[in-house]
């Protein structure tokens, strides 16, 4: 698994930007040695990397699970065969976002995002044991395949351009400590305060 792309000139528009902003956030914040985002799924990473998660950092969204990925699927993007996906194709510079997913429809183990098909790794995503970084088609199969009832379920989506997005999750405030331990405040927007909904210690 990769976790930097080969660097290029690329001609980006701002969504553009942002994604590339995105992959670079979830790659670092994966990737500490005591990471308090370990337990994201891999469907908030993909789903947060290409857009559909509309909010101002990943800690700010709301975890999504199996189920929930499965309705996200159904609403907001449309099957397509493999060879649909297009052959040149970076996704900071094209409109269109397509996904991975390893796994039924209905209950989907694992999400990638294809990312750039020059690359020898074109696909992002958050690995069960690796962080988050960038892979091939076989790597995937070989981590995924036959693997959490997945026999040969590999099916492609591209994001609907008609879909609304899902808006900005609740803002939440993390106050970090020195000794490890940080406070989740949750905003209230109606009342224009914040309450305390979580702590944690790591």
């Known amino acids: 698994m990769k976790t930097l792309q080969n660097e290029k000139v690329v001609h980006m528009n701002r969504e553009g930007l942002l994604i590339s902003e995105r ?18 799924s891999n469907y908030s990473i993909a789903l947060y990397v290409i857009g559909y998660l509309r909010s101002p ?9 199996q189920s929930e990925a499965s309705n996200i699927l159904e609403e907001y993007f449309t099957e397509i065969p493999e060879e649909r996906l297009p052959l040149e194709y970076d996704i900071t510079c094209a409109e269109d976002k397509y996904l991975v997913v390893f796994g039924e429809k209905a209950f ?5 995002v294809l990312a750039d098909t020059e690359s020898a790794s074109p696909y992002f995503s958050k690995l069960d044991f690796l962080g988050c970084g960038f892979d091939s088609m076989e790597e ?29 999750c609740r803002g939440k405030i993390y106050i970090l400590k020195n000794d490890g ?7 209230d927007n109606n009342q224009k305060n914040a309450r305390r909904v979580n702590r944690v210690n790591y």
């Open 140 to 168: 995937l199969k070989n981590d995924y395949l036959k693997k959490d009832g997945v026999h040969g379920e590999i099916h492609f989506f591209k994001m609907n351009k008609a879909s609304s997005v899902q808006d900005s």
């Open 181 to 187: 331990s940080y406070s989740v405040f949750e905003e």
């Open 57 to 65: 950092d990943l800690m700010s969204c709301d975890d999504i699970g």
């Open 108 to 112: 989907p183990v694992h999400f990638a």
């Open 23 to 40: 992959i670079h956030e979830v790659t670092w914040i994966c990737s500490r040695e005591h990471p308090i985002y370990e337990q994201i």
